[in-house]
Each structure stands twice: as structure tokens, then as C-alpha cells.
């Protein structure tokens, strides 16, 4: 069974720098065509996405995101990271991680995380 | 950047009716990277359809894709009442960016 678990601070003051875990349980990032992806979600708005990385290490971010934005991974351990600099009170929102099954799905995010919550506020 | 346009914002029908949700991108698009995702209040998206037509493990039939170049559609038949939920679309195109669009809320008339 395919799990992702995210993780955080639940609150972050302007400016700072938040880091966002993704554990995942099920599926190797190691395996070719899977990817770990990073989407957010404001209060009662829309999905939008935020970062991608791939099985052989490639990175793939937002482009009006791009400057504030690391994703990484660590394989042994079954987790990727996201980064996000210079937080803003317009950066309040459910963060969601999903597994992306090139081959099986297309690209879609066939498996997401239940979300966290980061609020941004002084 | 291609937007995504989701009509209608919401559509009221009951349970038992059928539902038609479109999704018209800004320029044309081939088929393999659009696909469909419901989402439940407090809930997280859940993949429904990809690649336009194909249904994700676990999607029921009643659920189908269709479309092409600007114009997407989800079809829903027979509407159950677990079936009224935001549903979204989204592109994987060029440049490697994903885009959603804004949303559809199908609710209880």
C-alpha cells in the first residue's frame, strides 16, 4: 500500500524559511519513473502545484516560485523535502505531497498525502 | 503558461441525474497529460481520470473522459450523493509546469 505522510511547522512567522517533509511508504524513488510532488492548496482556493522531483534526481519547480523553492530527496530514508524562503502571509495554505507513477498514470498524482496545514503570521 | 477554464463554477443537480464538468484549456493540448481529480471538504484530491479517458484504480464506471484540443470533459451518470465533491482538472504541458484549474463544485440540489 502506497502511503506519504507530510510533515512541518504548523506555523511560521514572514519571512522565514519553511521546510516541509514527505515520508512515503510503498514505492521506491530509486525505481525509474517515480516522482514525489509538492501542491498547495489557500483556504477555500484552488490547487496549485509547486515542485517535482524525479527517480534519476531531476528537479522541476514553478516558474513564478522558482527563486524560493529546494526540493530534495533522501532515498535510504524514503522522504523528500521542500523548502520555501521568504514566507509570506500568501503562503498560507494545505500543503499536500503525491507520488507521480510516470509510467502507469502519465504524470498524473495517483497517490497524495493528507495534507498539513502551515499558517504564515507574526 | 496554458490556463485552465472549469465551467461551471457550480452546478446544483440531485442524486440520479447525470453531470457534465468542463475544463477548456487556453491552447490546444494533446491528450495525455489532462486528468481529473475530486476532492471532499477536508479531504485531499483524489485522482479520478488520466490521460483524458482513462480511470484511475478504484474510480468508479459511472465516472468517464473525454475530449480533446480545447475542450475536456468529465462525465458523471447517475450521480451518487459520495459523488458531490469540488472536481478539478489539470495539465501536465511543456516546460514541465502542471496547472489546475480553478474548479467545478457539483452540489446537492
Known amino acids: 500500500q502506497v502511503t506519504l505522510r507530510e510533515s512541518g511547522p504548523a506555523l511560521v512567522k514572514p519571512t522565514q524559511t519553511l521546510t516541509l517533509t514527505c515520508t512515503f511508504s510503498?514505492?521506491?524513488?530509486?525505481?525509474?519513473?517515480?516522482?514525489v510532488t509538492w501542491i498547495r492548496q489557500p483556504p477555500g482556493g484552488a490547487l496549485e502545484w509547486l515542485a517535482r522531483?524525479?527517480?534519476?534526481?531531476?528537479?522541476y519547480y514553478r516558474t513564478s516560485l522558482k527563486t524560493r523553492l529546494t526540493i530534495s530527496k533522501d532515498t535510504s530514508n524514503n522522504l523528500v523535502v521542500l523548502t520555501m524562503t521568504n514566507m509570506d502571509p500568501a503562503d498560507t495554505a494545505t500543503y499536500y505531497c503525491?507520488?507521480?507513477?510516470?509510467?502507469?498514470?502519465?504524470?498524473?498524482?495517483?497517490?497524495w498525502g493528507q495534507g498539513t496545514m502551515v499558517t504564515v503570521s507574526s | 503558461e496554458i490556463v485552465l477554464t472549469q465551467s461551471p463554477g457550480t452546478l446544483s443537480l440531485s442524486p440520479g441525474d447525470s453531470a457534465t464538468l468542463s475544463c477548456n484549456p487556453s491552447?490546444?493540448?494533446?491528450?495525455?497529460?489532462l486528468a481529473w481529480y475530486q476532492q471532499k471538504p477536508g479531504q485531499a484530491p483524489r485522482l479520478l481520470i488520466y490521460?483524458?479517458?482513462n480511470r484511475a484504480a478504484g474510480t468508479p464506471d459511472r465516472f468517464s473522459g473525454s475530449g480533446s484540443g480545447t475542450r475536456f470533459t468529465l462525465t458523471i451518470r447517475r450521480l451518487e450523493p459520495e459523488d458531490f465533491a469540488v472536481y478539478y482538472c489539470?495539465?501536465?504541458?511543456?516546460?514541465?509546469?502542471?496547472?489546475f484549474g480553478q474548479g467545478t463544485k457539483l452540489a446537492i440540489k
Open positions: 503525491a507520488r507521480i507513477s510516470t509510467t502507469t498514470t502519465h504524470d498524473a498524482f495517483d497517490v
Open positions: 510503498g514505492f521506491s524513488l530509486k525505481r525509474s519513473g517515480m516522482s
Open positions: 522531483i524525479d527517480w534519476d534526481d531531476d528537479k
Open positions: 491552447q490546444s493540448v494533446g491528450t495525455n497529460y
Open positions: 490521460a483524458t479517458s
Open positions: 489539470q495539465l501536465y504541458g511543456s516546460a514541465f509546469q502542471y496547472n
